[in-house]
């Protein structure tokens, strides 16, 4: 046990920073750039420090509002590491793709600090109380990112996203307050402890009657809007095309993973059984999600609404995964094998997702700032040439994107398939139909923008120069590295994925 | 009859008519070429003085009153509830002196005062009277120096017409009174009430013959018109507008406690009768919330309660619609007699029912002379009552702005001031006596109407405190008539943060009863 | 100690009112010191109490007669709002420092409502409540009548009657508990222990309760308070919505439900599922959070915005205070701690920071004038006020209603259901009226920009800052350690609960 208090650090460190930032006006792009990579390398040794049987490890436990059953509990496993880093690299992208900030950038870059901040808070807290905190506030420094330095219709699009989001969580606050009442706890681990032995579900009947499910739903609504789940995505495809570049990414990096975080380590532990009880509905609602991401990914001629409507598609797999595995295997080895594959392979996307989304949408910034804002699907052509490490940097984003092997974005799908089709093969196949077109509305990208005779407008259009290179390497890198060798991080997901499913009663 | 004991009880009322005779000897005598307001200053300086003696020459009563030769039945009753009143009267008197400094309205100053002193006269007379026929002569002294002390601004109009109006209503009423006199008589054959009352409860029951109701009824009509209490309450606007100040103070404090303590000595009469007879077991029927017709006190207490309803909704909802501060005065005494009438017409003859309605009308009292007093600073200045003459007043005597802020949230029943205190006091009497819903149904109502009354009273303060002046010239009393004013303020302030100084005083007269 | 707070505001309001007039700065620090040693006193009294129930200040018997004794005593809800009205004070002066109208008689009756305030936050005779309680209604109209805004003297007037009214139906109960108890004495815990007959309670209970309510805003009884909140002045709005509010949800806790618990008990009938006062008055503490939240969400002035979600807000209050529970009486007690300092801090910033500077509150002339560039101060204090008035998580609001919301839970899960639709309104309005007012997306007409720059606004001033960072603290405090109050607030709530005031 370690005695330091790391993950309190790690969540401190970038809110100090966005302090600093704050007063820092011009050099506070320096200031937020030196923060994330110092988060980074924390959220790394959290990483290396993990117990290897994949519990909870660095824990920290203190009495909070003792009447109200609250602890200061800080804790993670494997998913909730990976997720720190996740957090720290897509924030690092994010400063690092917000040059020039045109107005106020000290409350720019302290305003990403901040939602960093929620990030790591909301992945570290293992108390309801103080996750739903960062969980809600996260939503302040998003909220006002878009606002003030989105687009033309910045203001709709900010107020959708922070209402949509709002109603969520009023309906998870509902629902967490029943649990409370019946259980007189607000400990994840505890509670997951208590609906594993059937304590909650007799309590919470024996105190409020039969309304299990009724909170089930509410805790999915929660994290069904944030992810998003359709038909609740409506507010995400505005958000993030108006959202500046920089914010998109750690809106799609980061907020997005929340959700899904939060179904795995709230929803699915508490309410296994309702979820596996409703679970063909669900799946067809993940269905959903990932053929019409796809094809109305297929229909758009803004790039940043290409890559929304894909993201969407994306995390479609990961609710296809999570709900796929909320059955009841009844010991059956063959399934348990599945759930495993399909978890990891859930947690795995997240991860890659992240990155592959955030990288994309670094070079989507990169295009808006040479070509003066311009993001059209149809206003570029033949930038191979100008441009070809451009070009090629890109394109290996957007294969990983499109799911090729050898790159990151294969192997999380891959686990996916792997473990949905044996438990639910009729969604799996249909969401075959999502790979699909996701690939075709990829390519048709790279050929659009891309090939083809370039144009008088764009004969001079700037190529990556050294620093930029320089920021974007290392990213390329860890997809081809992750393409290859997933094992360095399933080596440490796979034992809590273990520890999960033991401990998950459906 | 023992004149020497005769002589013993009257000797406040003797003191008060030399001091009278006095004022007239001096004014006429020796002052006539003195400036006006030398005249005045003698005249209320012996005026004051008069009323002094009265005050030293109570301790001299006979003990327990003047009874009939040969008899136990009083005639005059001293001590307890009266000796409060009395006191009560010749303070209120001297302060209503004390306001006619520094006016004008008559060159005629001792005949002023004289009235003043012998209209109090009537008035001790009547709170220790215990005899129809002393009652009646007590009530026509005080109300007859009334209606000249009205009529006094012989310049105003306003003044002879008030006076007008005052005595036909005044002449009529007291037909009525002396018309239902006669039949307590008639029926009981005695003028003692005492004996009356007797005759109410004793065995040859005269209670069943209608021709009690209509006793009652013209009695409560004569007395009702005194407390101005409604429907004979019609000439009080008129007379609080057109009468002189000092007059309109006199008439709003000293004669009201006045006719407040014949009341209180007719339900005592009753009260004390009655428990005697329950005692003897006379009467079985209970004093319950279901009334049984019987005796005296019943239908009494329905006309009261009746009246006092009355008076209370009237008077609070045409107070809204005023315009004239001296008017808004006037509804707001008919309220608050309103008020008192609900304590008398669950009057327990008790020593702490007494007190509580004698505390309210004398502070009562005491906040009206200092209101009327105020007034009359401000009309003097712009000659007018209207609420617009008081517009921004706190710009121009801020003193006397805070006077009336006082004053007029101690009418409305504000704490901590004293009218907050004695509403309370009197309205948890009466709770605490009866209970029952009927009670307490009037006990809400009235703190209900109290609520309004908060808003007239707003009204003028509102002009005072929040609207700006339309004239900024300063407004200026006499100093002495703006000390009174304070020190009385001051009295409300302290006696309402010290409930309990006045009434264990009061408390102290019932010691050896 | 704590009896000080009173003697020294009224002392001070008495200085004040008798002072010199036209020395404004010294009326100012005389009102700043009174307020803070109050304040002090306040803090130092909360520190002293920690850990120790109902500790008795004065009893000294007042009218001997009748049995009123002057109890001066505090617990931990007194200590609390007690604190809360210190906090509310300091405030209050330092965001109206910019009055020049008759300075001194404005913190003469500031310092006096204050006073009434502290008083009623300590007795514990039922009679000396009503006294302070009243008190406290007379500087309330001229605060505003004179120095107020919009129909100011309507406003006044309204205010003043709705406040009277309601103690008029206090004080017919006061007389007819202290009647019918038979006890001789007003105090509250022989009234309390005077075994008021079940019969008499239930009426009694309904009428306490309305009476107090209509001072904490209980729907329907709330119209005053748009109204007044609006027209008053910033100081006088914040302590409207401070504490005076306040006021009444103390009066219905420590009255209603302490003197008077049979009136909660269910009738033997039920109608659409209401079968007691309890219900009766849950329903309307719902219907208050939900119809404030949707008239606020409608309204183009600023101020009535808070106005209206002080409403939605009380009936959190309400509502906490008849589940009944320990959490849910927690939760109300807290939340009228939370209430007060943010609400009192939305004021001050609608109020003193905005319209000092640009005379409107109206919408859409604020959209023009891109406050959120121009009065950056203004605009984050609001996003921050703002986001602790929907009841985000980490500042007082929240720890509040979600403990409200558990006892609804417990009571009535249909209770909770509604309010949560409140919130969710709550955020919108909060939301909508962020936006409009400081970050709008209309872009400037060319005609509407002036060639030379906006004209700057008066800086802002010390007193704004210092007022508003205490107010942030408390409301972080609180937020984030809700223990450092709940500590003090349980004990107390428990005992009340348990057998009265025993």
Redesign the interface.
Known sequence: MNSLPLLTIITVVPVIGAVIALFTGRHSRGVAQVTGIVSLLLSLVVWQQLPKDGSIGLNELHQWVPSLGVQYHLGVDGLGALMLILSALVSLMAIDAAHRVRHEPGLFFALVLLLEAGLFGTFTALNFFHWFIFWELSLIPAFFLIKLWGGPRRGPAATQFFVYTMVGSVALLLSFLAVYHATKSMDFIELAAMAANGTLQNRVLASLGPVMMWLALGVLAGFAVKVPLAPFHTWLPTAYSEAPSPVTMLLTGGMSKMGVYGLIRIALPLFGAQIAAIRTPLLVLAVLTIVMGAWAAAAQKDLKRVFAYSSVNHLGYCLLGIFAIAIHTGGNVSDSVSQAAALNGVILQMFNHGLTAAAIFWFISMIQFRSAGLRGIDSFGGLRKPAPVFAGLMGIALFSSLGLPGLNGFVGEFLIFRGVFPLSWVAAAISVLGLLVTAAVILTVILKVFTGPVSERWAEFPDLHGGERLGIAPVIGLMFLLGLLPQIVIERVNPTVQYLLAHWRF | MNYADLFRVTLPETALDIAALLVLIVDLGFLRKAALQTRIMAAVLIGVFGCGGALLAMPYQVDGGLAYPGSADLLLSAGGYTAVSQIGILVLTVLTLFLLIGSDFTKHVGEFVAVVLMAATGGLLISAAQDLLVIFVGLELLSLGLYILTAFAKKSGKSAESAMKYYLFGGMSAAFLLFGFSYLYGLTGSTNLHEIMLGFYGPTVISSTPLVYVALVMIAAGLGFKVAAVPFHLWAPDTYEGAPAPAAAFIASVSKVASFALLIGIGTAAAHVFNQMHHAGFVTASRGPAPTWIGFEHPWSLILAIIAVASMVFGNLAALAQDSVRRLLAYSAIAHAGYILIALAYYTGTNVSANAILYYILTYGLTTIAAFGAVSVVERISGSDRMDAFLGL?KRNGLLA?VLLVLF?SLAG???LVG?WVK??L??TI??VN?GAVP?AL??LA??M??VS??YY?QVL?RV??MPPADEAPVKGSPLTIGVLALITLAVVVLGCL??LM??WM?GFYAGM | MLAWTIYISFAGALVLALMPKGNAALARVIALLVAAAGFAIAIAGFAAGAGQGRVTIVDVPWVPMMGIHYTLAADGISRVLVLLTGLAAVAGVLFSWNINLRTNEFFAFFLALIGGVYGVFLSFDLFLLFVFYEIAIVPKYFLIAIWGSTRREYAAMKLALYSFVGSAMVLVVLLAAYATSGSHSTGLVSLANANLPVSFQMWAFPVTFIGFGILAGLWPFHTWAPTGHVAAPTAASMLLAGVVMKLGAYGCLRVAIGLFPHGLDPWSWSFLGIGSWRDVFALLAVIGIIYGALVALAQTDFKFVIGYSSVSHMGFVLLGLVTLTQVGVDGAVLQMFSHGVIAGLLFAIVGRVVYERTHTRQFGELEGMYLGRRLPFAAWAFVIAGVASMGLPGFSGFVAELQVLMGAWIAKPWWTAASGVGIVIGVAYTWRALQRAFFTDRLPRPDEHPKEGWPKFDPITWPEITATCLLFAATLIVGIYPSILLNSIEPAVKALLAGGMQ
């Open positions: 706190y805070g949230l504000i704490p901590p907050f309370f006091n309205f948890a709770l605490q209970h307490l006990v809400a703190v209900a109290s609520a908060l808003y707003l509102k405190f929040v409930p309990g009434q264990s408390a």
